[in-house]
């Protein structure tokens, strides 16, 4: 028997709607039930987070804005040069420039902000939570966000510290033998470079500040913050201002947020997977876990150490609604993360996927 075209379309729709309509229903059947809400102020972030997770309970008791007393945390970083990862004295792209990528979520209103590949500016999570408040966009990057950032009376100024300099000085005239960079006389010209001990099998490093709270009043938000992989190509977007990937958040669920290698977050959508799976029923930890696996199983060989195992460090942090936090980390290199109770904020050490 023929059918034409629209007879097919209209009876596969008519089937579809009843099948999806009876999946629905029976998986809302099953799925297990929310985790009942709490009220915080509870942080998880990364371990270079207990000045930013301090910062964001004591604003957060304060009544500030929630989601404001997070970034004013992050701030705190972004404005510190000694930390290499994030906003002033943030490691540059191979061409000495740096280059910051940052985000923010809202779960009250299920908003985003982010900015990438924003020079000058020593404060991209205030320029991301400014794209979420003051435009009708979510991601602004480039040229295009420095001059967003300007029009909202931010600063410019030069990011790269005279320590930054001299480390990217130093991996410029070391990280080839075949070019005509050299360091300093009666240096030897390395022939592998040291950066490649330094993250475990990473030529390069992927510093970054994450912290996610769950608010007072029980609602959640986040804030991602990076000045990405050091030494990348210029225009190199991680996963820290693409929401889903280094930072997500669902108000009915948790939040969740990355650190280490962003390509493989990129690959994955790894915060939204930690928050979907702590809304099928685990923990944040087995969450966070679980996408380790999944990561780790589609890891390409070049990435892979002789073990078999994902060479390179990633880190998962995620706070439930009920006020349950948790992370993991696939290698052990630097593998601590930062909970704030609510009493005080305290570095514990991650349990890993690899490597003990
Ligand atoms: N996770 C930071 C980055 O890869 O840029």
Redesign the pocket.
């Known amino acids: 028997m023929s059918m034409t075209r629209r007879g097919f379309l209209a009876t596969v729709g008519a089937g579809s709607a009843m099948g999806v309509g009876g999946a629905l229903s029976a998986a809302a059947q099953d799925a297990p039930a929310l985790p009942k809400p709490a009220n915080g102020p509870i942080v998880i972030g990364s371990r270079n987070a207990l000045a930013a997770a301090t910062r964001a309970v004591g604003g957060m008791r304060k009544g500030e804005d929630p989601l404001d007393a997070v970034i004013r945390g992050i701030n705190l970083v972004e404005d510190d040069p000694n930390d290499d990862s994030v906003g002033l004295g943030g490691l540059p792209n191979e061409d000495g420039e740096v280059e910051l990528?940052a985000s923010v979520m809202d779960g009250r209103t299920h908003k985003a902000g982010a900015v990438a590949s924003l020079r000058h500016i020593r404060n991209p999570a205030s320029v991301a939570a400014l794209v979420m408040r003051r435009t009708d966009h979510v991601l602004i990057v480039g040229d295009g966000a420095l001059r967003f950032a300007r029009a909202h009376g931010f600063q410019e100024e030069n990011l790269l510290t005279d320590k930054a300099r001299r480390v990217w000085l130093e991996w410029k005239e070391q990280h080839s033998e075949h070019d005509d960079w050299l360091p300093p006389e009666g240096t030897e010209k390395k022939k592998e470079f040291g950066w490649k001990t330094r993250i475990d099998g990473s030529d390069f490093t992927?510093?970054?500040i994450h912290v996610s709270a769950l608010t007072p009043a029980g609602d959640l938000v986040g804030c991602t913050s990076?000045s990405?992989?050091s030494f990348k190509i210029p225009g190199r977007?991680?996963?820290?201002p693409i929401i889903g990937a280094?930072l997500f958040v669902d108000n009915q669920v948790g939040a969740a947020g990355?650190?280490?290698?962003?390509?493989a977050?990129l690959q994955n959508c790894s915060s939204f997977l930690v928050v979907e799976l702590m809304r099928q029923g685990r923990t944040p930890e087995e969450a966070c876990f679980e996408v380790l696996r999944r990561i780790a199983g589609r890891t390409e060989k070049r990435l892979l150490n002789p073990a078999g195992e994902p060479g390179y460090q990633l880190k998962l942090y995620a706070v439930r609604r009920d006020g349950l936090t948790g992370g993991a980390a696939m290698r052990p290199v630097e593998a601590e993360m930062v909970v704030h109770d609510g009493r005080e904020a305290k570095k514990l050490k991650m349990k890993t996927l690899y490597g003990g």
């Open positions: 990528d992927y510093g970054t990076t990405g992989l977007v991680g996963d820290s280094g990355s650190t280490g290698r962003g390509e977050n």
